[in-house]
């Protein structure tokens, strides 16, 4: 898989605009931000760590999880999504346009996993929700492999939930946070890069502990803040925005989950895209590796013979910014 084929490179410009109306938006009502302690492990000792786009962040010296503070409330976060201009662009353009490769690429091997995970849990997988539905890709995959009872998703933006019902998809269309309770209790919780843009993830994963049955397995992947992209690049790295307000760690993010009642099954960094985004930033010239020979040889000048391996290395030493999380409710 290579960035260009998730990301169009000719759709960059139209997704500027969106991201630069958002921003706007999100910055007239900075003056009602609130502060917060870190969201993994509860600490109020961040110290400032960086700035961008105007909004700053604190990384906690306890558990190394940086995060947005003052961060926007719960109450303009639904406001912020509903509205979203980029959203709204994605949904119409970006993913139409790589659906077949994220169906193949990154959806499919998802799925899979989770039927693999329930087998080594020796559960059947029944019902699965998904929270954060976006343009349905996941879900569509879910049912087509026919592994699961039920599928339901819980999507807040308008759009994305009218784009998965015409997919014939089960959508609650609602936030987490708003939801009492499902009709039934879930054997599966999956949420994909949702974790990151949450006001407090400690309730949002008190959530999904809620919507789980005992026993039942929770899927979640985010970025991981000590990945290779993130640290090389540090500002500059495209993970670092006004939307990823929690930017956890493998073990911020276990020691959360296994605050909340959850046994941790696997944290790993399954991503594949590290090595490329720094080579992507060099190459186009926004990011130089002048001062670092080393890492300009393995990205630049021995590219082809040492890019892959390289990338390999970063996942198997949870190095990559990708980060994915299999955790158990306990009985
Ligand atoms: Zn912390």
Redesign the pocket.
């Known amino acids: 898989m290579r960035e260009t084929d998730i990301r169009p490179a000719d759709l960059e410009t139209g997704k500027l605009e969106a991201l630069n109306a958002d921003l706007e938006r999100l910055a007239k009502r900075k003056h009602e931000f609130v502060k917060v302690v ?1 969201p ?4 109020d000792e961040g110290v400032f760590e960086f700035e961008k786009h105007g909004f700053t962040f604190d990384k ?1 010296p ?4 940086a995060y947005m503070n003052p961060r926007a409330t719960p109450e303009i976060l639904a406001d912020f999504y509903g509205q979203s201009v980029l959203y709204e662009y994605w949904n119409r353009h970006i993913f139409p346009a790589s659906r077949s490769v994220r169906m193949e690429r990154i959806f499919r091997p998802r799925v899979q996993r989770i039927i693999d995970l329930c087998s080594q849990s020796n559960m059947n997988p029944g019902i699965l929700v998904e929270v954060g539905s976006a343009a349905g890709m996941f879900c569509e995959e879910a049912q087509a492999s026919g592994a699961f009872k039920r599928i339901i998703g819980i999507e807040p933006s308008a759009a994305q939930a009218a784009t998965c019902r015409s997919m014939g998809i089960e959508i609650i269309e609602s936030t987490l946070e708003q939801i009492d309770e499902l009709d039934t209790p879930a054997d599966i919780v999956a949420s994909f890069e949702t974790i990151e843009h949450v006001y407090s993830p400690r309730d949002f994963l008190g959530r999904c502990y809620d919507l789980l049955s005992p026993g039942g397995l929770l899927v979640l992947t985010c970025p991981n803040y000590e990945g290779f992209d993130i640290m090389t690049l540090g500002v500059m790295s495209d993970s670092l925005d006004a939307e990823h307000i929690n930017m956890f760690n493998p073990a ?1 993010l276990k020691g959360l989950i296994e605050s909340l009642g959850f046994e941790v099954l696997d944290i790993s960094t399954p991503g594949e895209l590290d090595a490329e985004l720094v080579r992507n930033k060099v190459l186009e010239g926004s990011f130089s590796l002048e001062e670092q020979p080393f890492l300009r040889k393995v990205l630049i000048e021995d590219w082809a013979s040492r890019g892959r391996p390289f990338q390999e290395y970063l996942k198997l030493q949870q190095l990559s910014s990708h980060m994915w999380l299999a955790a158990r409710r306990k009985v």
């Open positions: 870190c993994a492990c509860g600490a906690c306890r558990c190394r999880t911020a």
